[in-house]
């Protein structure tokens, strides 16, 4: 755990996004995902793990992690989870105790709360970021808001 913190703010998300900006920008594919969620997974305190699942057919596919450890769930059937069902529905959940979710699949003791941002590209959902926190509660509407434009920026970096 990095220690309890006090949640991302706008102006900290502003910064971020220039931040990924430059990370990204001039590289592309795998490269610039495993950078991406490092950059994430380094930048944001009260983010312990972060993962891109790619959708290949009927699943999503753990492409890019950064954290203390690997996940198990390296193959997520969409539909099923926190991460499965925000692929199938297209939008960002946000659990704030995971403990209290029926859909949660547990990765880490540790984890207390999640988000998951689908990635789009051209209305079509293909991928996702998804991020653990060891705090209750750890995800706000500046964290919803960051990742969704974290996502939108994404969504050529399939290539």
């Known amino acids: 755990m990095k220690g309890a913190t006090a949640r991302l703010s706008r102006d900290q998300a502003k910064e971020f996004l220039v931040r990924i900006d430059a990370a990204i920008g001039s590289s592309g594919g795998k490269q610039a995902r495993d950078a991406l969620v490092k950059l994430l ?21 753990l492409d890019a992690w950064a954290g203390p450890a690997a996940t198990e ?14 692929a199938k529905a297209g939008r960002t959940e946000i659990v704030s105790d995971v403990s209290k979710d029926p859909r949660y699949l547990q990765c880490f003791l540790s984890t207390k709360s999640e988000i998951v941002v689908p990635i789009s590209d051209q209305g079509q959902v293909v991928g996702e970021i998804d991020i653990d926190s060891d705090q209750l509660d750890a995800f706000s509407s500046v964290d919803r808001e960051f990742l969704e434009a974290v996502a939108r920026k994404t969504s050529g970096l399939w290539s």
């Open 41 to 61: 997974n380094s930048t944001v305190p009260t983010y312990s793990w972060v993962g891109i699942y790619i959708v290949e057919g009927n699943d999503l596919v």
């Open 73 to 86: 769930h390296v193959r997520i059937p969409i539909g099923r989870g926190v991460c499965g069902f925000a």
